[in-house]
């Protein structure tokens, strides 16, 4: 394989959400969720919530990434 011209990796986009579960406050990178389709035609992204024995499931809209 060879690249002809060299492209950009995109920045990772961040957000922030709250675990509605234990409430510890996260920010996550896009890439560090899994995304999964929504109902509203947009793509949303699951998070584990990273809070010891809490590991509750948090869904983030795209348009919550900045």
Do not use: W, Y
């Not at 579960?21 to 793509?43: F, I, T, Y």
């Amino acid at each position: 394989m060879e690249i002809i011209k060299k492209g950009r990796v995109p920045k990772d986009l961040v957000c922030e959400f709250k675990c509605p579960k234990c409430k510890a406050v996260v920010r996550a990178n896009r890439s560090e969720g899994d995304e999964v389709p929504d109902h509203l035609d947009q793509n949303a992204v699951v998070f584990m919530c990273p809070q010891p024995n809490c590991g509750t499931k948090v869904r983030v809209g795209s348009d919550q990434f900045s």
